[in-house]
């Protein structure tokens, strides 16, 4: 029954594929710059790659803002984010799967009341900003030094023409390996805690897990979107809707691969963290949006005057309501199938306050007459609970999500050979020791492995929580999530 849930997610990959590929070889295409069985086949290589290698990153980050513990309720999600796509395009309206996407699991959130980390929901609406920004300022850098190379360097039209074809090519490669990274995350990234498959290993080195294997999964139903109908999408990019000439589609192409790139690779991340350089988030960005911030780019490089600003700030209003709709759509869908169908849209968590968390609550020098209060006590859900929290007037929202984070009653199992499954280079060689130090054993509570971890050295304890601070603290608090999820008892 759970591979039948995939089906919604398979059918976003492949509207994914069709669009998607639209954006990076449209121009080439429509221009008969490139054959499109030459396109289809660049594009459908570098997406399934950049799915598989590196989509874990964004994907990640969504699963911080609302793990989906159901499969019908993945389902539900990703059908709600479909939904809203056709609505709004039914509108004639502008819309985003990435917006979709994060309206459709906030508003999971909100029906089976778990909480929702609204300083990391602003981070990624933030970025639905930031992208099409960025994106335009390295189309007019591009732009200008494409133009002072082409004004400066004679050669022969034809030879032109052919280095024109062969940039095209290696931009919408690496722009389809950039899509993948990022954009699996939109079509996958709500299965992921609840994936069917089960993890693959080959010997002692080759190892192909549950995730990765989803990730091909939606990679493959991009790709098959990509064949079957992005001819005529990109035909229509290509001649109608962009009128980009084949230099310009380089440049906008180029500076759309480069951002989806830069919020979708850790390994690019960790490479500026190396630096001490700040870094961008890893989270799903709306290729869509890239390409419209390159084209702006482009239009504000040759004077802005044929711009559409009345375009500009339709397509900005539905970076608003795309996720508002999505959420309700979702809410309303998910108590339909809860309701009408049967179907178990999520797991309950549940919140415990025994001894154990009350005496590591009072590490954390929670308030005493809070834990008074809260001592014995159990909450069928987090929604409930953060109702009660609510009473206590002085309690701010850093207490209250730590309250929330001792109390998470899930259960972990210990299991050194499921070790096999991290990505090695993440950590370092100090907390893969330690890793490899545990004991077997079952606890109820993440935070139990937390403080195993802390105690056997210091480079799994959390520094001063101050500016300086705040990206190693991030990243020391990833590589935990990646241990717990890992030993999460699983009961889908």
Request: glycine letters at 8%; charged letters at 15%.
């Amino acid at each position: 029954m759970n591979y039948i849930f995939l089906t919604s997610g398979l059918l976003l990959g492949w509207t994914f594929g069709a669009n998607g590929a639209a954006n990076l070889f449209g121009t080439a295409v429509g221009t008969k710059m490139l054959k499109f069985r030459t396109a289809a086949i660049i594009a459908s290589i570098g997406m399934v790659a950049g799915a598989v290698l590196e989509g874990g990153g964004a994907s990640e980050t969504l699963g911080q803002l609302g793990a989906i513990n159901a499969s019908a309720g993945a389902f539900t999600v990703a059908l709600a984010a479909g939904a809203t796509l056709a609505l709004m395009a039914k509108l004639r309206l502008p819309g985003s799967t990435s917006q979709a996407i994060v309206g459709g699991i906030v508003g999971w959130n909100l029906f089976s009341g778990a909480s929702t980390d609204y300083s990391l929901l602003a981070q990624i609406a933030t970025t639905w900003f930031l992208c099409p920004a960025l994106a335009a300022f390295f189309a007019i850098i591009i732009y200008f030094i494409t133009k002072y190379l082409l004004e400066n360097v004679k050669m022969h039209l034809l030879t032109m023409d052919a280095y024109t074809r062969y940039a095209l090519i290696i931009v919408g490669a690496f722009g389809a390996y950039s899509f993948g990274a990022n954009n699996i995350a939109n079509v996958m990234g709500v299965f992921v805690s609840t994936s069917p498959f089960k993890d693959i290993a080959i010997g002692q080195h080759i190892h192909f897990s549950s995730v990765r294997q989803l990730f091909l999964l939606g990679g493959i139903a991009i790709a098959v979107g990509v064949f079957t109908y992005s001819k005529r999408v990109m035909k229509t990019v290509g001649r109608d809707l962009y009128r980009l000439t084949p230099v310009t589609a380089f440049i906008v192409v180029l500076s759309h691969s480069l951002v989806l790139y830069f919020f979708a690779s850790n390994n690019f991340r960790e490479w500026l963290i190396s630096l001490n350089l700040p870094t961008f988030p890893l989270v799903p960005v709306s290729s869509s949006q890239a390409i419209i911030g390159g084209v702006i780019g482009i239009a504000l490089a040759k004077g802005g005057r044929n711009l559409q600003w009345g375009v500009l700030g339709k397509i900005f209003s539905s970076w608003i309501t795309t996720p508002i709709i999505a959420g309700f759509i979702s809410f309303f869908a998910l108590f339909i199938v809860q309701n009408v169908f049967d179907q178990k849209v999520y797991d309950v968590t549940i919140h415990s306050f025994p001894d154990m968390v009350i005496e590591r609550l009072e590490r954390e020098e929670i308030e005493g007459y809070v834990l008074q209060s809260l001592a014995g006590m159990e909450f069928s859900n987090t929604r409930r609970l953060r109702r009660y929290l609510n009473d206590f007037r002085d309690l701010d929202f850093e207490v209250k999500d730590k309250i929330v984070f001792y109390s998470t009653k899930e259960g972990y199992e210990i299991n050194r050979a499921l070790l096999k499954q991290i990505r090695e280079e993440d950590f370092t060689a100090t907390q893969l020791q330690d890793l490899y130090s545990l004991k077997s054993g079952r606890f109820l509570y993440s935070w139990e492995i937390y403080d195993l971890l802390s105690e056997r050295s210091d480079e799994w304890k959390l520094k001063p929580n101050t500016e300086e601070n705040i990206e190693y603290n991030e990243e020391l608090k990833r590589k935990y999530e990646c241990v717990t999820e890992l030993f999460k008892i699983k009961h889908n």
